[in-house]
């Protein structure tokens, strides 16, 4: 069974940092395309940062240069570095693992509030 667990979230006040981990119970974790979402209440989850495979990075307009995805293939972990926290930046952050168009997972969430 493919479990994607997330960690790290909190509590923080405006412009502090948090990093979230995502652990996958998955075979062959590196081929997998490894993406953060994020759902505030009242809107709909939007994509806030994935990585491929072979390790390029994508980033939602309102974070580029605040946060950083990586990946660690050995420990099956996909991370997303948070600076600079804004109010607006409160949502439950999801990690999502696609490969291909038809096979996806999905994480619990983690609920990342920040205050002004």
């Known amino acids: 069974q493919v479990q994607l667990v997330e960690s790290g979230g909190g509590l923080v006040q405006a412009g502090e940092s948090l990093r979230l981990s995502c652990a996958a119970s998955?075979?062959?974790?590196?081929?997998?395309?490894m993406g953060w979402y994020r759902q505030a209440p009242g809107k709909q989850r939007e994509l806030v940062a994935h990585i491929s495979s072979g390790g390029i990075t994508n980033y939602v307009d309102s974070v580029k240069d605040r946060f950083i995805v990586s990946r660690d293939n050995a420990k099956n972990t996909v991370y997303l570095q948070m600076n600079s926290l804004k109010p607006e930046d409160t949502a439950v952050y999801y990690c999502?693992?696609?490969?291909?168009?038809?096979?996806?997972?999905w994480g619990r969430g983690t609920q990342v509030t920040v205050s002004s």
């Open positions: 999502n693992a696609q490969l291909g168009d038809y096979i996806t997972y």
């Open positions: 998955l075979a062959s974790f590196s081929i997998y395309r």
